[in-house]
């Protein structure tokens, strides 16, 4: 049965009109008119010099929607320039949110005017963070509705958890068919709770820790997801005024307060408090791996050494160098002409494991590392769609049950090859740097996901690669 409340005409009207775009967009595609730009890389060029990571994309897709529950504007720097993050600055919009953007990175935010609380269906459809939309709308107006989101194709990809956690907070779900698109939730009130993850879920303890920021009472998450961009919403919350304790191991302990206003005083409007993302753990794991396949030597700043060390730990088990330049927040890979790489296995975990949002890169990696790799993916059922594209380029790759054996030593020749999903599309560009000949990319849109202007970036270490 499915029950609606909340829902007014107008939200409907606006629902069917998203939809009537969605399904333009699907016809435009069916008469192939799809799109048509691509990543274009004469690949075999070592890669060399200094290339800058920018601020990290999981967590920007976090801290924007936080805004909303802020009772002062912020600034918020280090945002990447990519189209998650437009999309979020959009929804923002949306909803009512003042937003200026100050230089190619900042955004100043306030939220005082929202009272919508409803995400449109097309945008929650176009990015898996829309959910997070859930969490802050919630904790602002103890009431939210969104479209399930979307985001790349990586198999099922349930929130049971996050929905879990809302009710354990007082919400209720108030469309309660199984096969609706659309989640809705209001909370008369919303108070702590005791909140025990039964997967390590980074969505959901994101999710919980907006919920819960502002719920009056004591909230504990268990199982908590402990990734560098959960740290990073919980310091960008306590700068602003929450109380959140633990965030970084596996319990979270949040107070809830009544404001988050940093130390401005009731009623202000024009302090504006500055936050930094932190750096993108992923495009720099990205960058590593394409100076270490290209026999580069480079060096990637702008990063924090230790979240990569399950990164850095793998390269050196193949025979790369790396070196962590702890005070200059730098690390230095490089592999020379001769030196011998050889094959490793690993093993998708949460953090601090290696990071399944860094296996395709690896395996791409792989296939020039003398000897038998094995890939173990353990968080994503559906991963391994790459692996097609690899082959197109000479990659030798069997799929197994939950993983891939890569049979490496051989080199890559250049391909028209398809970004399948945001990482695949990562890594089908170092395939594309490592290979002799001409590279084509196309759906490079998932890679424009994540990566901010990655073509010019990797042009400035060297890169022979265009956008066409
Ligand atoms: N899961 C559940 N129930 C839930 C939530 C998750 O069973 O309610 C399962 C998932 O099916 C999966 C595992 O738990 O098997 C972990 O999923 P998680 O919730 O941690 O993933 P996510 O929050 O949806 C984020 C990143 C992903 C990254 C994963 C794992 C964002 C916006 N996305 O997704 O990033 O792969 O964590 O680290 O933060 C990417 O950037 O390319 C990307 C896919």
Redesign the pocket.
Known sequence: MIAVRFADKKKNTEQDSDWNQMRNISRAQIRGEKNVEKFVINGGHPLKGEILVSGA??SA??ILPAALLLDVPCMIENVPDIS?VKICLKVLKGLGAEVKALGNDTYWISCRNVTDYYVPYKEAKK???S??FLGALLGRCHNARAAM?G??P???????????AFEILGAKQLIEDQQSDIVELHADRLHGGRISM?????????NAILAAVKAPGITIIENA?K?P?IVDLANFLNYMGAHIKGAGTDVIKIQGVEKLMGNAGEGSQDVAYRYAVVPDQ?EAGTFMIAAAATRGDVLIKGVIPKHLEAISAKLRDCGVTVEELDDEEAVRVCASADSKLTATNIKTE??PGY???MQPQMATFLTIAEGESSIIE????DRFRYVNELRKMGAEIDITQNGAIVRGGSGLSGASVNAC???AGAAMIIAGLMADGCTEITEIQHIE??YADIAAKLRGIGADMKKV
């Not at 039964?198 to 994101?206: H, N, W, Y």
Request: hydrophobic share 35%; charged share 25%; glycine share 8%.
């Open positions: 994309k999981n897709v976090a998650d990015m898996r963070a959910y997070y989101p985001g790349c990586l198999g099922a990809r349930p929130i049971d958890q996050h929905l879990k039964d997967v390590v879920s980074v969505g959901a303890t994101m997801a990734e961009h992923i949460p953090y990071p399944t949002d353990n968080v994503w059922e999903d945001l990482r996901r994540g």
